[in-house]
């Protein structure tokens, strides 16, 4: 501890510093008595504390707060060849989507409205239905490798067991936290809601969360639907849990194609169409770890240079950061569908030889009665 912070805190020298003390107590009540100004006060407090410095042998160096010094913090624990990284608290956005309608998070997986002339593009990466012990640490150390902050969206089955992968994918997950990634729902079984009866829908989700608690100690503020599509109860019912519906804006169906290069470059050809938006990939699959692999080394090759601003670039944000750029910069259309029009008619007019992508297989669904 400096000597400065010694002369307030240790408690075996307050007889030496008696005097001191008092007259430092003494000075700075007389200025208040009188009615000082605050700067004269503030000169009075100041040399008073010089002067128990002095006594004490300590510097002369003066801190208003007497804040003791940061606690030194342990080397990171190490689990294989990755390192555990200390979390850093997420700073939520505000709510754009209270009412949680699968139709709103769809227009919001689309990202910050871009002006003409902005170059400055973003990108947010989330994995489903992971973890998978052999695929998820592969994927933690490229995300890794290229300081990247995922969001993971969890079935919560393979949380649950007393078998030896079970408690190996608790250990990814742990790890998923520690080096601070988020963590969301993805249902226990990923079963698709809407053909479920309203009891089963909701086990689904709670079983799943119930499970990532166990693992966490938190329950997931993100949820993503199976599917991407959610009825009107179950919207009502996260809107009252206020747990964000979270959807996705780029993804080349890597589940079904094992073609690394081929998935990797359609995505990124919608993400240079759509000026960026959220990735979905798939924890679970060799090519998509080798996809992902492919963007983020073209993504690293392509970031945002804020002294080139003329020059077209990419930022990899998390999904708080993404949310928030959203809230500050919202699209002008009130759904997805009129953004996608005039994103296409746009495209049109500036490449009239080329044709935009094909538009995602499951272009925003709509929620149902039921």
């Known amino acids: 501890m400096p000597a400065v912070g010694a002369a307030f805190y240790d408690p075996s020298d307050m007889l030496g510093r008696a005097p001191a003390i008092f007259v430092s107590l003494a000075a700075f009540a007389t200025g208040v008595l009188i009615g000082l100004p605050a700067a004269p006060r503030e000169a009075i407090r100041s040399v008073a504390a010089r002067a128990v410095a002095t006594v004490r042998g300590a510097p002369t160096t003066y801190r208003d707060d007497f804040a003791p010094p940061p606690v030194e913090v342990a080397p990171p624990a190490v689990m294989g060849d990755a ?161 964000d519906v979270t959807l996705w804006s780029l993804e080349a169906e890597d589940m079904e194609r094992s073609d690394d290069h081929d998935v990797a470059h359609e995505i990124r050809l919608r993400m240079e169409y759509a000026h960026g938006g959220v990735v979905l990939l798939h924890d679970c699959r060799e090519s998509s770890v080798e996809a992902l692999d492919r963007l983020l080394r073209w993504l690293d090759d392509n970031k945002w240079d804020p002294t080139h601003p003329e020059k077209r670039g990419f930022e990899i944000v998390d999904l708080p950061t993404y949310a928030r750029l959203t809230a500050a910069s919202p699209q002008p259309y009130p759904t997805r569908d009129a953004l996608l029009k005039a994103r296409a008619a746009e495209w049109k007019a500036t490449h009239p030889e080329i044709a935009p992508p094909p538009p995602l297989s499951n272009e925003a669904p709509r929620g149902i009665d039921r």
């Open 83 to 243: 390192p555990l990284l200390v979390q850093a608290p997420v700073v939520e956005p505000p709510p754009q989507n209270p009412d949680e309608t699968i139709a709103r998070a769809w227009l919001l997986a689309e990202g910050p409205y871009h002006p003409p002339g902005d170059n400055h593009d973003y990108v947010t990466f989330t994995f489903d239905d992971g973890p998978f012990p052999e695929t998820t640490p592969k994927v933690l150390d490229l995300l890794d490798r290229y300081g990247v902050h995922a969001t993971f969206f969890l079935i919560g089955r393979y949380l649950d067991g007393d078998d030896a992968r079970s408690e190996l994918a608790r250990s990814v997950v742990r790890r998923m936290v520690a080096a601070g990634h988020l963590v969301g729902n993805h249902t226990y079984d990923h079963r698709h809601l809407t053909e479920l009866s309203r009891p089963a829908a909701l086990a689904q989700i709670d079983m799943a969360s119930d499970a990532i608690f166990r693992v966490t100690g938190e329950k997931p503020k993100y949820f993503r639907p199976p599917f991407g599509d959610l009825s009107r109860f179950l919207e009502r019912t996260f809107s009252e849990r206020k747990t």
